[in-house]
C-alpha cells in the first residue's frame, strides 16, 4: 500500500526556515519521484519543487533561491527546507508521489503557520 | 515559464448535467497533462493523466481531451459527489505548474 505522510512543526516564526519530512511507504525513492505541493488557506495549489529518481532536483523559480529538496533512501523519507519564511508562506504543505505523468499519491498534507 | 490558465473559475450546476472546463497553456505542453480533483479537507487526487487518459478507479463520465494549448475535464451526467475543485497540471517536463482552480457547484 502506498503511503506518504508529512511531519513537521505546525508554527513557524517569521524569516525562519521550515524543515518538514515525508515519510514514504510501499514504493522506493529510486523508483519514483517525490513532488512537494503547497496550498495557502482558500488557494490553489502552488508546485514547489521535486527530487528525481536519481537525485537531481528541480525547484519552483519563485522559491529556488529559498528552497532545499534532498532525501534519505535508507529511510525512506524526503526532506524540504524552506528559509526566510513569511506569512505568505502559511500554507498547508504535500509531498505527493510523482511518476512524470501525474501525482498518483498524496500526503494527508502538514499545516504551517508563519507567525510570532 | 508556462502559465496554465482555467476558465471558468466557477461553475453551478444540477445532478445529472453535463459540465466542462477549461486548461490553456501558455504554450504549447504536447499532451503532458493532468488533472487532479480536491474536495474541501482532502488531498487532490488523480483523475487523468497526458491529457486523455482516466487514472485508475475514476468513473467513465469523466473525460479529458485536447493537446497542445487547449484542454478541456467534461463530466457527463454530474453527481453530487463531484462538487469540489478541479487543477489543470502541466506533467513531464518541470516546473509542473499548476492552474488557479475550477470550482464545481452543485445547484
Known amino acids: 500500500q502506498v503511503q506518504l505522510k508529512e511531519s513537521g512543526p505546525g508554527l513557524v516564526q517569521p524569516s525562519q526556515t521550515l524543515s518538514l519530512t515525508c515519510t514514504v511507504s510501499?514504493?522506493?525513492?529510486?523508483?519514483?519521484?517525490v513532488s512537494w505541493v503547497r496550498q495557502p488557506p482558500g488557494k490553489g495549489l502552488e508546485w514547489m519543487g521535486v527530487i528525481w529518481t536519481g537525485g537531481s532536483t528541480a525547484y519552483n523559480s519563485l522559491l529556488k533561491s529559498r528552497l532545499s529538496i534532498s532525501r534519505d533512501i535508507s529511510k525512506s523519507q524526503v526532506f524540504l527546507k524552506m528559509n526566510s519564511l513569511q506569512t505568505e508562506d502559511t500554507a498547508t504543505y504535500y509531498c505527493?508521489?510523482?511518476?512524470?505523468?501525474?501525482?498518483?499519491?498524496w500526503g494527508q498534507g502538514a499545516s504551517v503557520t508563519v507567525s510570532s | 515559464n508556462i502559465v496554465m490558465t482555467q476558465s471558468p473559475k466557477s461553475i453551478s450546476i444540477s445532478v445529472g448535467d453535463r459540465v466542462t472546463m477549461n486548461c490553456k497553456a501558455s504554450?504549447?505542453?504536447?499532451?503532458?497533462l493532468a488533472w487532479y480533483q480536491q474536495k474541501p479537507g482532502q488531498s487532490p487526487k488523480l483523475l487523468i493523466y497526458y491529457a486523455s487518459n482516466r487514472y485508475n478507479g475514476v468513473p467513465d463520465r469523466f473525460t479529458g481531451s485536447g493537446y497542445g494549448t487547449d484542454f478541456t475535464l467534461t463530466i457527463n451526467s454530474v453527481q453530487a459527489e463531484d462538487a469540489a475543485f478541479y487543477y489543470c497540471?502541466?506533467?513531464?517536463?518541470?516546473?509542473?505548474?499548476f492552474g488557479a482552480g475550477t470550482k464545481l457547484e452543485l445547484k
Open positions: 510501499g514504493f522506493s525513492l529510486t523508483s519514483y519521484h
Open positions: 504554450q504549447s505542453v504536447y499532451n503532458n
Open positions: 505527493a508521489r510523482d511518476n512524470n505523468w501525474g501525482m498518483d499519491a
Open positions: 497540471q502541466r506533467i513531464y517536463n518541470s516546473p509542473n505548474t
